[in-house]
């Protein structure tokens, strides 16, 4: 496999080394990108396997896409360790130390959700869409 632009060996790749010392290195290249996305499909089979709703893992997402450091601790999203977020997942389950970060947690939050609103919002006037057009076919 072949290294991207910009990088000098494949993940997967076995190197060595020899430091100044003559001590001997070797290991395998594990790029930064593998580990995250192996992280989040962990994070991912986490939620499900604990029974988390499927709005509860679609707005984890959301957040971790701003904030990296968020994480489950059982059917609870924590956010920087300050900021926890209870099942429904709603703005008002958004708890922690007033402050910046519960803030902008809840703002993500909000955002979220509306963001959900509008898309179900156009689902429904394309799927009507159709039916208004063969109404007037006929």
Not at 64 to 81: A, F, L, P, R, S
């Amino acid at each position: 496999m072949a290294a991207p632009p910009g990088e000098y060996f494949s993940v997967g790749s076995q190197v060595s080394c020899r430091t100044c010392q003559e001590q001997r290195l070797q290991g395998e290249v594990l790029a930064s990108k593998a580990r995250t996305e192996k992280e989040e499909k962990l994070s991912q089979a986490y939620a499900i396997s604990a029974g988390v709703s499927l709005e509860g893992q679609q707005l984890f997402q959301t957040i971790h896409k701003t904030i990296k450091d968020c994480k489950w601790q059982e059917k609870n999203i924590v956010v920087m360790e300050e900021v926890v977020i209870t099942p429904p997942y709603q703005v008002e389950n958004c708890k922690g130390k007033e402050g910046s970060a519960l803030s902008h947690v809840r703002k993500i939050v909000e955002k979220h959700f509306r963001d959900v609103e509008s898309q179900k919002i156009l689902q429904r006037s394309q799927a009507q869409q159709p039916q208004k057009e063969a109404a007037l076919s006929s």
